[in-house]
């Protein structure tokens, strides 16, 4: 498949303030059907549209911490009124806003709907009731021995990119002290406190080599998205952002009983979208990677085609990160610093790309935007590699 | 119920016969008949090709660290491991080809290097469980 660009935009966004229901800061605590109804809300402002403008369209809604029902799309477009034609969930964790982003653009692509609403909020602060329980090898194959979660997995990660490739603290500072930088300009951002590499170093490890300023920060929230057709997005918005492409691949090396847990697959990812975009890495205007930890943002980098593998530390000390530099990086600060809606954080990179292609970012715009390129994982696998992996190209006006 | 205060693995059909060699003190690992893969954590079907051809062989116990971490703050576990912070997380790589996931102990967690050579003893839990962990090799 190549050219995929007249086929399917995004057509409208909507993100809800972040929250660490820190009601003693005036905060509000909300559960996730608030944070859903919310989103959808914004987005019907934003759009013009009418509740009854998306019966018989597509909905795609991603798995939430809480509430976990079995029947969880029947009972959010139950409780949100929505009566679509095609009805789908995701559980890729992180890269949930990815999964439903490519199953509704084929389904629009096939001509079965025109629009497809992608819907993601989670509150990992204000679980309500018992937290959904992780993973069997995880309860099984690591627990036992004391790990903490994906922090213990991406800490052995981060070790043995640095032993492999020479990767300094200093390398993963710059992605954590940018992505600050981009936070004080959105007003969004639950972090806005500006950051010094000195503030980086100092920060407190969590699990050697990993440090606090390494991970992301939980925050409450929702995101809405549309997808339409081409000629639908039109009527919509005079921005729609363009899908010129994309790709994704799962649990890569699945054979092998041993993997190189220093390379994702949004190497395979990147390169379907690169050729059904007709893109090169040169291209990219603006890149939002997934930030769930610093490490990974410099793996991205790397598999993303913008410079060889193990080199993304001197491409951070030769290039500028920030939204004024040769490559933009999450330029709303990101998971790390603007916030991850737990089971909905990945939805964060595909509102900033679609913010910045429609130049609606305010301080933060990087100038002359045209190309983005979203990638996504999602699900740290038993040796600490991502088994969920996406690429998608975005463009403004082509 | 035991006593023992942290989390432990379940014990399934599946990996039973693991955790009864593990009492003896010996280390299995799961090898697939028609591939000769080895393969942990414990699955139903060979990873590379498909077989549920699986048996149980006896591994030599040695490896070399892959990666490792030093824990040194309880997030999502058993508060009880605060009273073993800070402590070594690592991925061995055993000499069979397969990855597994302990603790490296009797060697000060900023001495663990990656490709140290290590070997497994195993640590009573419960009567049921005896866990894999990892020591440097002799
Ligand atoms: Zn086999």
Known sequence: MSGFRGIAAISGYAETPFSRARVDKGEPRLTAEEYYAWALELLLKQTGLEKKDLTGQGVGIIGSEW??????????????????????????????????????????????????????????????????????YDENYLKPFGTMGPNSLIAMAMRRYMNDYGAKPEHFGTVSVVQRKHATLNPNAYLKTPLTMEDYLNSRLISDPLRLLDICIWVNGGF??????????????????????????????????????????????????????????????????????????????????????????RFLEENDISYQGQLPVNTGGGQLSAGQAGMAGGFLHFVEAARQLRGEAGQRQVKDA???????????????????????VLGGEV | MSSYP????????????????????????????????????PRHICINCGSRELEWVKASGKGKVYSY??????????????????????????????????????????????????????????????????????
């Open chain 1, 370 to 392: 045209r190309i983005g390129l979203v990638t996504s994982l999602g699900c740290v696998g038993f040796e600490g590699h991502f088994i969920n992996n996406y690429a998608v």
């Open chain 2, 6 to 41: 942290k989390p432990l693995p379940e014990v399934t059909p599946l990996t039973k016969p693991f955790w009864e060699a593990s009492k003896r003190g010996e280390l299995l690992l799961q090898r697939c008949k028609n591939c000769s893969t080895y393969i942990w954590y």
């Open chain 1, 67 to 136: 509430p976990h029902s079995e029947i969880w799309s029947a009972e959010a477009i139950q409780n949100l009124g929505l009566e679509p034609k095609l009805l789908v969930r995701a559980d890729h964790g992180g890269a949930n806003a990815a999964a439903l982003l490519v199953q509704g653009v084929l389904a629009i692509q096939a001509g079965y709907v025109e629009h497809f609403l992608m819907l993601g909020a989670d509150t990992p602060l204000s679980i309500t009731g018992p937290a959904s329980r992780t993973w069997r």
């Open chain 2, 69 to 138: 971490t030093i824990v040194r703050q309880v997030i999502g576990n058993s508060p009880e491991f605060s009273k073993e912070i800070p402590f070594v997380v690592a991925e061995i790589e055993l000499d069979e080809g397969a990855r597994i996931c302990s603790n490296i102990v009797g060697v000060k967690p900023e001495d663990v290097s990656i490709g140290m050579p290590v070997e497994v003893f195993f640590e009573e839990c419960t009567p049921e469980i005896s866990l894999p962990k990892f020591k440097p090799a002799r």
């Open chain 1, 224 to 313: 809405a998205i549309l997808l339409s057709s081409a000629s639908a997005a039109k009527r919509i918005t005079d921005k729609p952002v363009s899908i010129l492409g994309f790709g994704e691949w799962h649990n890569p090396n699945a054979g092998q009983p041993m993997h190189d847990i220093t390379t994702t697959g949004v190497k395979i990812a990147a390169e379907q979208a690169y050729k059904m975009s007709g893109i090169t890495p040169r291209d990219v205007s603006l890149f939002q990677p997934y930030d769930d930890y610093t490490v990974a943002v410099l793996m991205q980098i790397e598999d993303a085609g913008f410079c060889k593998k193990g080199e993304a530390g």
